[in-house]
């Protein structure tokens, strides 16, 4: 039966595969997966049919169904589709060298294993695994166009290709193809991996995070040069900046995968938030100490003497209607 995968002399079918990435459109770091559309060119041999050198044909969906075609498998794919726009984006068709050629175009979501330590300054590394569902190394051996024969490469096609590929949040520095082999109960299967480096952009966390964040440590400062008894100003200006970074430090956490470890960003909006903390700290130590010291305040002083002989005393009647004698305003001189 020709649906049946071929193994001619003990050798397994030889399918070469190629990728042409058109668009990455979505990196989502708080489902880590990506999403991508590309092309699916797979070529193999079946010497059952008697297909003619360097002719091109389609082959009819009718001969089709008795047509033994590779079973690949996106092995981290988390779902996706093939597009159905106008017509189905799938071709099966005679190529150069006797090879047959299936063309498919997918729409898919891939995950990918994000490590954030360093966000917003990270580099990511994706890929997406294509291997065979049933057909172990001794029936079908998978392998990427490249390693087809001398004799076979007159036409340069790639292993990975990339279009006019754009993320909005990252840019793609690097794309290669690797291979290795998985051992199973039922037998060893070789696994293609596309392999993408995401280098993120910074800009735009450069004008939406860290310099708003530092601006208000800045304006937090501004109360350093208030007058001392200027209490609801002070304390105003440091509450709604202390708000302000909780407030930013909240919404940039929405936006990434609940992990258990400090990113670079939060690194930086806490130690914003610990300078206006302890700006709001230094007031309340400064206002102490001002309340203590009547070197810095209005006096109003009554001298009086009194009659049991006990010596002159003078009361110092502070505006926080504090009463202290004159021993110890002279140790709080002295301090």
């Known amino acids: 039966m020709l649906s049946v995968c071929f193994v001619s002399e003990g050798k397994p079918t030889d399918v070469f595969?190629?990728?042409?990435?058109?668009?990455?459109?979505?990196?989502?770091?708080?489902r880590m997966e990506y999403s991508m559309q590309f092309y699916v060119n797979e070529y193999w041999k079946d010497t059952r049919l008697n297909i003619s050198n360097g002719k091109h044909f389609q082959i009819p969906?009718?001969?089709?169904?008795?047509?033994?075609?590779?079973?690949?498998?996106?092995?981290?794919?988390?779902?996706?589709?093939v597009?159905?726009?106008?017509?189905?984006?799938?071709?099966?068709?005679?190529h150069l060298y006797g090879y047959l050629h299936r063309f498919t175009r997918?729409?898919?979501?891939?995950?990918?294993?994000?490590?954030?330590?360093?966000?917003?300054?990270?580099?990511?590394?994706?890929?997406?695994?294509?291997?065979?569902?049933?057909?172990?190394?001794?029936?079908?051996l998978l392998k990427w166009v490249d390693e087809r024969s001398e004799?076979?490469?007159?036409?340069?096609?790639?292993?990975?290709?990339?279009?006019?590929?754009?993320?909005?949040?990252?840019h793609v520095t690097n794309a290669t193809t690797s291979k290795y082999?998985?051992?199973?109960?039922?037998?060893?299967f070789t696994t293609l991996q596309a392999n993408f480096t995401f280098v993120r952009h910074l800009s735009s966390h450069i004008f939406n995070s860290y310099i708003p964040s530092g601006l208000v440590v800045m304006l937090s400062f501004l109360s350093f040069w208030?007058?001392?008894?200027?209490?609801?100003?002070?304390?105003?200006?440091?509450?709604?900046?202390?708000?302000?970074?909780?407030?930013?430090?909240?919404?940039?956490?929405?936006?990434?995968?609940?992990?258990?470890?400090?990113?670079?960003?939060?690194?930086?909006?806490f130690s914003c938030?610990?300078?206006?903390?302890?700006?709001?700290?230094?007031?309340?130590?400064?206002?102490?100490?001002?309340?203590?010291?009547?070197?810095?305040?209005?006096l109003s002083i009554a001298i009086f003497g009194d009659t049991l002989g006990k010596g002159i005393r003078i009361n110092v009647n502070f505006k926080s209607d504090l009463k202290v004698t004159f021993f110890e305003l002279l140790n709080l001189i002295l301090e």
């Open 273 to 298: 938030i610990l300078q206006v903390f302890l700006s709001l700290v230094e007031f309340a130590t400064v206002y102490s100490l001002y309340s203590r010291k009547v070197g810095r305040l209005h």
């Open 181 to 188: 082999k998985q051992e199973w109960p039922i037998g060893t």
């Open 151 to 170: 004799e076979e490469t007159l036409e340069k096609i790639h292993d990975l290709y990339l279009g006019n590929v754009h993320p909005l949040k990252y």
């Open 83 to 94: 597009y159905q726009l106008a017509v189905p984006n799938i071709i099966v068709k005679t």
């Open 226 to 269: 208030l007058n001392v008894r200027s209490v609801p100003a002070r304390v105003a200006l440091g509450l709604t900046s202390l708000l302000t970074l909780s407030t930013q430090a909240s919404q940039v956490r929405s936006h990434l995968p609940p992990i258990n470890y400090l990113t670079a960003i939060d690194v930086w909006l």
């Open 17 to 30: 595969i190629n990728l042409d990435v058109m668009d990455i459109d979505e990196i989502a770091e708080e």
């Open 61 to 81: 969906k009718e001969i089709l169904k008795s047509i033994w075609t590779p079973d690949i498998i996106f092995e981290n794919s988390k779902g996706g589709w």
């Open 106 to 140: 997918y729409n898919m979501k891939i995950a990918c294993s994000m490590f954030l330590q360093n966000f917003p300054m990270d580099t990511q590394r994706c890929f997406l695994s294509i291997a065979s569902l049933a057909n172990d190394d001794t029936k079908m």
